[in-house]
């Protein structure tokens, strides 16, 4: 039989599933954000989460995602504490994390290549594509781009309905969605919350979602309602008895006319009461009569029943696969995020062509300020500082990818949330991308001096130039990379590299010879400073088997700038070897400190993936 689109929407059809969550309360320090809050919810149902602001919905969204571990209660599907949510969870939060470069199908499309099994045909692949972005009502807008800070892209509400479709399109078991609605207006909230409506049913998908003032059509697209206030449940059951409960339980019946989820959070605000104790108290109240009117009338918790234990796609998701397959699917996953990184990257301007004019304007400064250095001693300490200054300052610039790293990992999180890849695919396909493009930026800028400036001529010389400087950019470009993993804050981390190659610049050897380095900075930072080991390779590729010619003063005596071995021979010269043995870098083996170097850049890519194997937000 012939592939067609219901051989993937019937793969697409989820085992029934029910999500459970028992008493769970969160404390951050003596501070009680939830307070015994129970409920369930299960396979093709929509359960809406209300409450006024800070009554804590995303912490619990965070509980039931299990992205955040409750301080005590349980989170189950099918009676299992341990099934793995982000396998079967996608988890749409509140902020759009998105690649601003991107069109809107492109976006869909790659989160879709994302989670689908290597084998779907690309037919395949597009139909379920083209479905969802009409569902979300972005077919006019298909081929706009997100947008950025230097080029407006589609709207915010657009944006939100970009993320919840990237997150719909892989039809996850469970959907959890942060203020889905969140800048769109009623129709659109409508339209977009009925279509998930329909593939949850259709598909069998657990839908949960926060939502602020939902429009009374709206409101009815929910099966269920948790209100809370306070982090505690003012109200749990199907929405369709809300009205009865407010009426028959809290004596506050809803207006003829008026929206029962405005009414109900009317009620549960309490955020203007003056007196913290009394607002405590009305809180609680409120929540015993809820408990008491629950038990009751059967409202609350389905009775815990048998489960089906986990099984078919979900029991495969949640279950780890062979070793084989694992490496097989990375590698995969790894394919497809290099190609999207190179999109990236080559629309990006603001992060990348920027750069690429930021490289050739150091290019053509240093061609023009060091111009045509004569191979004499007295331009000796002119030739190091061109050195020095290529390796420090080209490395330092690698600040600038910062930006366009953190949107990126932003992209990242939230992808590796909902189970799409994990950090060895993202770190190895940024880790490969991210070469051609920092070998262009130091081509060009190589291209533009070296020959201008009067380095040691020759194409083994101006290779090795290239090679070094390459090696020591992607270095930087790995420490900023690290930085900005562990402080996913612009300012922090742009301040915490700039120290780092401010710290590097200090101990390389350059402004301090190394030798003359207080023993506690030589003794271990010299040593794995990449500056130090690319400044050594730079001078040494350009003095070693040179001879520089020295000055002959009046008197007809020869002066050159270093202690010459060659003066005593009677030339008045100065091998640059002599210099390397003043500098203490004489007779260094140029493969052994290339491999230091990309040592070191590897450790920084390794220290990268441990980061982010930790560091989940
Ligand atoms: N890690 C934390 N440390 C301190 N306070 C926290 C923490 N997490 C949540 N809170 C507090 O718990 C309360 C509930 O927060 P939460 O973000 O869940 O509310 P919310 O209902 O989603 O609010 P909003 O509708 O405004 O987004 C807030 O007062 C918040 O400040």
Redesign the pocket.
């Known amino acids: 039989m012939q592939g067609s689109s219901s051989d993937i929407e019937s793969q697409q059809t989820h085992e029934r599933l029910v999500l459970e969550w028992d008493s769970i309360s969160y404390s951050?320090k003596n501070?009680k954000?939830l307070q015994d809050v129970s409920g369930s919810v299960e396979s093709g149902e929509m359960l809406a989460i209300m409450?006024p602001?800070?009554?804590?919905?995303?912490?619990i969204l965070d509980m039931l995602s299990k992205r955040v571990p409750a301080t005590s209660g349980s989170v189950t599907v099918n009676g299992d504490a341990h099934a793995d949510m982000s396998a079967l969870a996608a988890y749409v939060e509140?902020s759009d994390a998105l690649l601003g470069v991107l069109t809107v199908h492109e976006t869909i499309r790659f989160a879709a290549r994302l989670s689908f099994d290597p084998a779907t045909p690309a037919e395949q692949i597009n139909e379920r594509v083209g479905t969802v972005i009409a569902d979300m009502g972005l077919t006019e807008v298909r081929g706009n781009r997100i947008g950025n800070a230097v080029q407006r892209g589609i709207s915010g509400g657009q944006k939100r309905r970009v993320t919840i479709g990237s997150a719909l399109v892989t039809m996850p078991p469970i959907l959890i969605l942060d203020?889905p609605t969140s800048g769109l207006d009623s129709r659109t909230s409508r339209e977009v919350l009925t279509a998930i409506r329909t593939i949850a049913r259709r598909h069998g998908i657990l839908v949960i979602a926060?939502i602020?003032q939902p429009n009374w059509e709206t409101f009815a697209l929910f099966d269920k309602l948790l209100l809370?206030a306070r982090?505690r449940t003012m109200y749990f059951g199907p929405t369709n008895r809300l009205d009865a409960y407010l009426a028959d339980g809290l004596d506050h019946p809803v207006p003829v006319h008026a929206n029962p989820a405005d009414h109900a959070l009317e009620i549960f605000n309490t955020d203007f009461m003056s007196d913290p104790d009394a607002r405590a108290a009305h809180v609680a109240e409120l929540a015993a009569r809820y408990a008491a009117y629950a038990q009751a009338h059967g409202l609350g918790p389905a009775e815990k029943g048998a489960h089906e234990p986990l099984g078919g796609r979900a029991g495969q998701l949640t279950r780890r696969k062979g070793l084989g397959g694992a490496l097989k699917q990375s590698a995969y996953r790894t394919g497809i995020l290099m190609e999207r990184n190179t999109i990236n990257y080559s629309r990006n301007l603001l992060a990348y062509g920027v750069r690429i004019g930021m490289y050739l304007g150091m290019g053509v400064m240093l061609a023009t300020i060091w111009v045509n250095l004569a191979p004499t001693s007295a331009k000796v300490n002119d030739r190091l500082s061109v050195h020095f200054y290529s390796v420090a300052f080209l490395g330092f610039m690698s600040v600038a990818g910062i930006p366009a790293f953190l949107e990126e990992r932003q992209v990242f999180v939230r992808e590796r949330m909902n189970g799409l890849y994990g950090p060895g695919a993202y770190v190895l396909a940024n880790s490969l991308v991210t070469l051609p493009y920092l070998f262009l930026c130091v081509l060009l800028f190589s291209v533009l001096c070296y020959w201008s400036i009067g380095l040691n001529p020759g194409a083994e010389h101006f290779f090795r130039f290239l090679g070094v400087l390459f090696l020591a950019v992607y270095t930087a470009e790995s420490q900023s990379a690290v930085v900005a993993a562990v402080l996913p804050i612009f300012v922090a981390a742009l301040s915490i590299a700039s120290f780092l190659n401010g710290f590097w610049m200090s101990v390389g050897g350059y402004f301090i010879r190394a030798v003359n380095l207080p023993r506690f900075w030589y003794d271990w930072a010299h040593w794995i400073d990449y500056q130090a080991y690319a400044f050594d390779l730079l001078v040494f590729n350009d003095l070693h088997g040179l001879t520089l010619g020295c000055a002959t003063l009046a008197d007809g005596s020869c002066f050159c700038d270093y202690p010459s071995s060659l003066t005593a021979l009677g030339q008045c010269a100065l091998a640059g070897d002599d210099v390397l043995q003043n500098l203490g870098i004489r007779g260094i083996s140029f493969k052994l400190y290339a491999s230091i170097l990309l040592i070191i850049a590897l450790v920084y890519r390794v220290m990268l993936y441990v980061v982010l194997v930790f560091k989940k937000r």
């Open positions: 951050v501070s954000i409450g602001s800070g009554a804590g919905k995303t912490t509140q203020e926060s602020h809370l982090g």
